[in-house]
Nanobody, 124 residues
């Protein structure tokens, strides 16, 4: 089983990035998918969740209206479009998979699979 994130980098405040998560080794379309981030010195923070078919998406208030989660089950890939980025969005971003949908979970042990992360830095 692998979840491989990509697309991170450094961007100025107000900029945009699109993260991708390529899944393999399990039936991607059977799993709810989430993004979780962790900033230096802080605990993990749930960022977004999408159901198996992509029809339902969930966000915390901190990113609602700026981030968009999506998935392509034909490509076994999860995405996170991040717009209007702020310095407080700086973190290591992980994708995570779980049978069913669990909204708001940030702890690794609550997910079946977890990626290695991609760094996002928002700085001028």
């Amino acid at each position: 089983v692998q979840l491989v994130e990509s697309g991170g980098g450094m961007v100025q405040p107000g900029g945009s990035l699109r993260l991708s998560c390529a899944a393999s080794g399990f039936t991607f379309s059977y799993y709810g998918m989430s993004w979780v981030r962790q900033a230096p010195g802080k605990g993990p923070e749930w960022v977004s969740t999408i159901n198996t078919g992509g029809s339902n998406v969930y966000y915390p208030d901190s990113v609602k209206g700026r981030f968009t989660i999506s998935r392509d089950n034909a490509k076994n890939t999860l995405y996170l479009q991040m717009n209007s980025l702020k310095p407080e969005d700086t973190a290591l971003y992980y994708c995570a998979a779980r049978k069913g949908v669990l909204i708001g979970a940030s702890e690794r042990h609550k997910y079946d699979y977890w990626g290695q992360g991609t760094q996002v830095t928002v700085s001028s």
